[in-house]
């Protein structure tokens, strides 16, 4: 029985120990744990394989030198995970804060790779926007050519920026090891048995550099961001954040003054942290979390349709207000009175409908029908999931950190019918980044299926040689493509004669979209709005998030219908 429990202890210890270990640097509490939890297995492992003691001072003494070596064992076991398994992942990770977009990283890889040539970033059209220029001493300083054509803040939020002082964020963290040349091993080797310097890979980006510009313009000094994806592919065609920081006062010149430049970039550095600076270092994008408002009736109506016998799609009304349960006030409809008769004028209430018209005790009535569990099923087919099942990063869009979307925070808060009926029309807990409302619509425009957006088109070595090359993934089918095209025209109506007729802002193409509202902090309002276009067969689709922004059927949809003609002024169509 002691040869069983032994192997037993010993066995479920060493599992323990290989699962904690192979944790990556971000899930250090589950190796932790694991650690904790074998310790009282390995020491009952090794006591029971050693002969037994009579009571007395020599079972003390074994006893203390068994705790003191499963201290050591413990201690040794942290340290090779940290300077061995993952000494690479430690030395070269990157902290965003969620809250201010602030990066915390290892600046001695920075420092250390002042003398290497960092690689080149371009965007879709071969525009050079990041490089390198060598300077007195041998030393590479960062450049932005981007600056001679365009504002340099457009484009902060993607290329992020490489300080000696502050560590480095954006593409120059996600894809250093390529800029750096670490990642072409062979090409390093010859260039330091040739005496030549290191010179980094090339990254090519998907990014339309006059659509990130005109991106920016549209949005002004509104705070907020834009978001063009290619529905077909993936790929992101625009990504603005605002507002942004100019990278070139971050980075380091070797050649001037030392004690000047450390100075002008802390000076700096101190300027966009500050309590007025409105977070440029947040990615709007990836890593603003909002209500959703409106457009969240997308998903709800995706539900409706899927489940037909529960949510009863064509069987509905919208009246001025909608009771919910006792105790809770009613659910009324942004336009307080008379919603139904204005929809009346176009035919009887259907989803069609009242998804033009944004009828709030409509959506709210859909989602008390669908329930806690087919609301939650649906919205985890977008990949907007219950706090309790969140990870730390989105990890479907790797090229930049982001944050999950969440489908609410306390974890009861759809156990109530009130709660249901908020998130059905897009309040409640709802608080999604703009990239995952971008992908809601490019599901629908690609004929229900998700594809995971890339930044990062492909890497090329020095000699334009590929070294890496994206492949389009697929996530997941979201809804069949019945309910895709259904759904389209239901976007479509949106436009047409809904209250998103802002957004048919491009001469021949027919434009589908859905306007947004989002309250928060009690008579604030987010303007959001969605898009796709052509409607047909979609090539772009839109997601527009203006923090304070106002209404979304007039502000969001303007400047939607402003993004989507300047995407088909100035993108080819190459599928």
């Given at each position: ?153 457009a484009f902060s939020n993607i290329v992020g920026f490489f300080s000696s002082r502050f560590g480095q964020a954006g593409i120059e963290a996600t894809y250093a090891d390529y800029l750096n040349g670490d990642r072409d091993s062979f090409g390093r080797i010859q ?8 010179v980094g890979d090339d990254v090519h980006l998907t990014i339309n550099a006059q659509l990130q510009q005109a991106a920016l313009n549209i949005l002004g000094d509104r705070s907020g961001s834009i978001v063009v994806l290619d529905p077909r592919n993936g790929a ?134 669908l329930g806690t569990d087919l609301m939650t099923q649906t919205a985890r087919q977008f990949d907007i999931v219950r706090t309790q099942e969140a990870p730390q990063t989105y990890g479907e869009f790797a090229d930049l950190p982001s944050e999950a979307s969440l ?169």
């Amino acid at each position: 029985m002691r040869q069983v429990v032994r192997i037993l202890c010993a066995v479920a210890a060493i599992a323990l120990i290989v699962y904690g270990i192979v944790q990556p640097i971000a899930q250090d509490t589950s190796w932790l744990a694991a650690l904790w939890l074998a310790a009282p297995l390995i020491l009952i492992a090794v006591r029971l394989s050693l002969p037994a003691q009579p009571r007395g001072l020599a079972r003390s003494v074994q006893n203390l030198g068994l705790v003191i070596s499963l201290g050591f064992v413990l201690l040794s076991l942290q340290l090779l995970r940290q300077q061995f398994v993952r000494a690479n992942e430690i030395y070269t990770t990157v902290y965003v804060d969620p809250q201010t977009g602030q990066t915390t990283s290892n600046v001695r890889p920075v420092i250390q790779s002042l003398r290497i040539q960092r690689g080149k970033i371009f965007d879709r059209d071969g525009t050079l926007l990041v490089s390198t220029q060598v300077v007195e001493g041998g030393f590479a300083v960062r450049t932005y050519p981007l600056a001679d054509q365009f504002d340099p803040t457009a484009f902060s939020n993607i290329v992020g920026f490489f300080s000696s002082r502050f560590g480095q964020a954006g593409i120059e963290a996600t894809y250093a090891d390529y800029l750096n040349g670490d990642r072409d091993s062979f090409g390093r080797i010859q260039d330091t048995l040739l005496g030549k310097p290191q010179v980094g890979d090339d990254v090519h980006l998907t990014i339309n550099a006059q659509l990130q510009q005109a991106a920016l313009n549209i949005l002004g000094d509104r705070s907020g961001s834009i978001v063009v994806l290619d529905p077909r592919n993936g790929a992101v065609l625009a990504m603005v954040s605002n507002p942004g920081f100019d990278p070139r006062q971050l980075a380091f010149n070797p050649a001037a003054d030392r004690d000047a430049e450390n100075t002008r970039i802390s000076q700096y550095w101190n300027a966009i942290n500050s309590e007025g600076a409105g977070q440029p270092l947040l990615n709007r994008p990836t890593q603003g979390r909002y209500p959703p408002g409106s457009t969240y009736k997308t998903i709800t109506a995706v539900g409706v349709l899927q489940h037909p016998q529960e949510g009863r799609p064509d069987e509905i009304d919208c009246p001025d207000q909608r009771p919910t349960e006792a105790g809770a006030p009613p659910v009324v409809n942004a336009v307080r009175t008379g919603l139904e008769d204005l929809i009346r004028t176009v035919g009887p209430p259907n989803l069609e409908r009242v998804y033009a018209f944004s009828c709030n005790t409509a959506f709210a009535e859909y989602a008390m029908r669908l329930g806690t569990d087919l609301m939650t099923q649906t919205a985890r087919q977008f990949d907007i999931v219950r706090t309790q099942e969140a990870p730390q990063t989105y990890g479907e869009f790797a090229d930049l950190p982001s944050e999950a979307s969440l489908l609410y925070t306390d974890p009861g808060f759809l156990n109530q019918r009130a709660g249901i009926a908020a998130t059905g029309f897009g309040q409640g807990e709802l608080l999604v980044t703009p990239l995952q409302m971008a992908m809601v619509a490019a599901s629908i425009a690609n004929d229900g299926v998700m594809m995971q957006p890339y930044l990062v088109d492909r890497v090329t070595r020095p000699d334009g040689s590929t070294m890496l090359l994206h492949s389009q993934t697929a996530i997941r089918r979201t809804m069949s493509s019945a309910i895709a095209a259904r759904m389209r025209v239901n976007m479509r109506a949106g436009v047409a004669y809904g209250f998103g007729k802002a957004a048919d802002a491009v001469p021949g193409v027919q434009v589908g979209g859905k306007s947004g509202t989002a309250e928060h902090g009690g008579s604030n309002t987010h303007a959001w709005f969605i898009a796709i276009a052509p409607v047909q067969q979609p090539r772009f689709a839109v997601a527009v998030m203006i923090e304070n922004g106002g209404e979304g059927s007039s502000v969001g949809a303007a400047a939607a219908g402003k993004t989507l003609a300047a995407a088909f002024e100035l993108i080819k169509d190459t599928p």
